[in-house]
């Protein structure tokens, strides 16, 4: 195959606590796999697997250095969702499981309705009902060509 495309396929963000992070994207309804996997935790992320691990593992095998971050990392991770309700749901659920709100649902110039809250290691989330992006059945976000 010439040129396979591109596949985001797993996606590592770093944390501090492994166990406290695990216990908080299961509290979010992430499906744990891999269990015996040792320093680090892998979820179902819906074809994606979200992984958590050290940042000073991570800097270790990248072979770059650790640098203190605070404030905004450049990045967000976004849950999309079929209606405004569930966008409420998510954002009590996560705020449930110790997330910080950073904006309370609101409905937003593009039309859609959405929230911000940070996970324990400050990784920024987005929960968002998009009505010009529908959902699959099984929950994928399907975009126009």
């Given at each position: 195959?010439e040129?396979p495309?591109?596949?985001?396929?797993?996606?590592?963000?770093?944390?501090?606590?492994?166990?406290?992070?695990?216990?908080?994207?299961?509290?979010?309804?992430?499906?744990r796999?891999?269990?015996?996997?040792e320093?680090?935790?892998?979820?179902?992320a819906?074809?994606?697997?979200?992984?958590?691990?050290?940042?000073?593992?991570?800097?270790?095998d990248?072979g770059?250095?650790?640098?203190?971050?605070?404030?905004f990392?450049?990045v967000?991770?976004?849950?999309?969702?079929a209606?405004?309700?569930e966008?409420?749901?998510?954002?009590?659920?996560?705020?449930?499981?110790?997330?910080?709100?950073?904006?309370?649902?609101?409905?937003?110039?593009?039309?859609?309705?959405?929230a911000?809250f940070?996970?324990p290691?400050d990784?920024?989330?987005?929960?968002a009902y998009?009505?010009?992006?529908?959902?699959?059945d099984?929950g994928?976000?399907?975009?126009?060509d």
């Open positions: 195959m040129n495309a591109a596949r985001l396929t797993l996606l590592t963000i770093c944390v501090a606590d492994i166990a406290r992070s695990a216990a908080f994207y299961e509290a979010l309804g992430f499906r796999k891999a269990h015996k996997a320093g680090v935790a892998f979820f179902d819906g074809g994606v697997i979200l992984s958590l691990w050290s940042a000073s593992e991570m800097a270790k990248a770059i250095a650790v640098e203190a971050k605070s404030g990392r450049d967000s991770l976004a849950w999309n969702v209606s405004p309700e966008v409420d749901r998510a954002v009590a659920r996560a705020s449930a499981a110790g997330a910080r709100t950073l904006k309370k649902p609101t409905t937003v110039f593009w039309g859609g309705y959405t911000y940070a996970d290691d990784h920024i989330w987005e929960v998009n009505p010009t992006f529908p959902l699959s099984d994928r976000l399907m975009l126009p």
